[in-house]
T-cell receptor, first 114, second 109 residues
Framework: DVKVTQSSRYLVKRTGEKVFLECVQD?????MFWYRQDPGLGLRLIYF???????EKGDIPEGYSVSREKKERFSLILESASTNQTSMYLC?????????????FGEGSRLTVL | DAKTTQPTSMDCAEGRAANLPCNHS???????VYWYRQIHSQGPQYIIH???NNETNEMASLIITEDRKSSTLILPHATLRDTAVYYC??????????FGTGTKLQVIP
């Protein structure tokens, strides 16, 4: 069974803390994605990566960075967490280098910034 | 990037077919249409995809108009477990995959 695992289901952090959200996939997929989901706004793409050490900005990259040192792992970093980054974060991966290949999602990480 | 437009919400009686429309009038010739659904508190789940032809699998059917500017996802016999948010997306060539707000389908007993 294909699997995308996010390290924490629930996190509570304080304003100004550095936060790491980890995502690991076991399907040898080239592409990985980070989304955030907020009520009424749907899923919004933060960053994506189509290869090791490669990254591309999505629609809302401000306040975030990412790291992809190994093919199976894609980390989302909040350098200095703020309350407006309280959200559900979803990681996904997909096979392939063109526009096919379904996305497989993790269970999500719900981050609360106090 | 091609954008999609979907109704915000829809109701469907249990046992009836649910027809969920999606408009993607700016789609390019090499872009696929994908459908996902998200049940509360879970990550989105793939349903079906297509390029030009109609497609069917064990979950649903996808009807794409001849001009490819719109599509319809059909759940042939909706059950209460089909209550979810359904996302229609256009898959661009360079992997930036953008979701919108989707259609919230409520299946009514």
């Amino acid at each position: 069974d294909v699997k995308v695992t996010q390290s924490s289901r629930y996190l509570v952090k304080r304003t100004g803390e550095k936060v790491f959200l980890e995502c690991v996939q076991d399907m040898d997929h080239e592409n990985m994605f980070w989304y955030r989901q907020d009520p009424g706004l749907g899923l919004r793409l933060i960053y994506f990566s189509y290869d090791v050490k490669m990254k591309e900005k999505g629609d809302i990259p401000e306040g975030y960075s990412v790291s992809r040192e190994k093919k199976e792992r894609f980390s989302l970093i909040l350098e200095s967490a703020s309350t407006n980054q309280t959200s559900m974060y979803l990681c996904a991966s997909s096979q392939g280098t063109v526009n096919t290949g379904e996305l497989f999602f993790g269970e999500g990480s719900r981050l609360t910034v106090l | 990037d091609a954008k999609t437009t979907q109704p915000t919400s829809m109701d469907c009686a249990e046992g009836r077919a649910a027809n969920l429309p999606c408009n993607h009038s700016t789609i390019s010739g090499n872009e696929y249409v994908y459908w996902y659904r998200q049940i509360h508190s879970q990550g989105p789940q793939y349903i079906i995809h297509g390029l030009k032809n109609n497609e069917t699998n064990e979950m649903a059917s996808l009807i794409i108009t001849e001009d490819r500017k719109s599509s319809t996802l059909i759940l042939p016999h909706a059950t209460l477990r089909d209550t979810a948010v359904y996302y229609c997306i256009v898959r661009p060539l360079y992997q930036k995959v953008t979701f919108g707000t989707g259609t919230k389908l409520q299946v009514i007993p």
